[in-house]
């Protein structure tokens, strides 16, 4: 297992909860790592992605704002902060790696599920 994903938890809207993201052989810090989720029955989708070389933070529109990246060096470990939880925020979460900012994931975390309740 290259990366570990953990934190999820059932919440209620408006809470905040934290996801780590760990790389068990890979040094996260040279690579590019995404957060991504799929809700039931959706289609899997992009939430943040913290840049490799400039170490640039972008965010889906829906978490903006709401979810920051951020990344501890020394734990090896990308954090992915979310406040301000919705209902819609309900899913199943990960994280991935790729080498390059235009090239494809090439490594994937398991799932840590998300709960927000109403």
């Known amino acids: 297992v290259q990366l570990q994903a953990c934190g999820g938890g059932l919440v209620q809207a408006g809470e905040s909860l934290r996801l780590s993201c760990s790389g068990s052989?890979?040094?996260?810090?040279?690579?590019?790592i995404g957060w991504f989720r799929q809700a039931p029955g959706k289609e899997r989708e992009w939430v943040s992605y913290r840049g490799s070389r400039d170490g640039t933070r972008t965010y889906a529109d829906s978490v903006m704002g709401r979810f920051t990246i951020s990344e501890d060096v020394d734990e090896n470990t990308v954090y992915l902060q979310m406040n301000s939880l919705k209902p819609e925020d309900t899913a199943v979460y990960y994280c991935?790696?790729?080498?390059?900012?235009?090239?494809?994931?090439?490594?994937w975390g398991q799932g840590t599920k998300v709960t927000v309740s109403s």
């Open positions: 991935a790696a790729k080498r390059s900012a235009a090239g494809h994931y090439d490594y």
């Open positions: 052989t890979l040094t996260l810090e040279g690579w590019g």
